[in-house]
């Protein structure tokens, strides 16, 4: 293809135009919890699940998505599952999501992102489970049922032997 220019003429072929079919790639760019940089051994992208004890359970979440022509026109979405009332996907437009407070349990997050063009960009699924704390976990609770009546009855013995002692002075 030849375009008249005021100095003579540029000439481009068809393939170097650039054309914008392709998908965008969406990136988990950080990654914080309570207000710390997550500390892993790889980078945040590469991060496939996440695992946090009870009191680290503030997440913040940044993204970007690869969009060189009109990164502007990127809209992002979300959707957690394990959250009530988040199953559908809802809009962002900040690119980072703030998960406050969650309770123990099990979630999943899913991002997406739609460039200018109108595609769907790859989708990052990241498993979270926050635990929960010892004292709520099922073998504590067992063992402070079977310790406790061991206890009341140690403690009812003592007792008793603590007034037996007491009559018989």
Known sequence: IAIPQPNG????????????????LLRITSLTVNNEAY??????EFISRLSLPYNK???????AAMDWVYPAKTNYRYRIE???????WMPNNDAHLNLTALQP???VLHLRAIGSNGIWSNEIILPITIHPPFWKNAWFIA??????PGLIYGFLQYRIAQVKKLDSM
């Open 39 to 44: 500390a892993d051994s790889v980078l945040p």
């Open 82 to 88: 394990g959250i009530e009332g988040q199953n559908t």
């Open 143 to 148: 063992l402070v049922f079977l310790f406790l």
């Open 105 to 107: 349990g099990e979630y």
């Open 57 to 63: 359970n503030n997440i913040v979440i940044e993204f």
């Open 9 to 24: 003429f540029s000439f481009y072929k068809p393939s170097d135009i650039v054309t914008l079919k392709d998908t965008l």
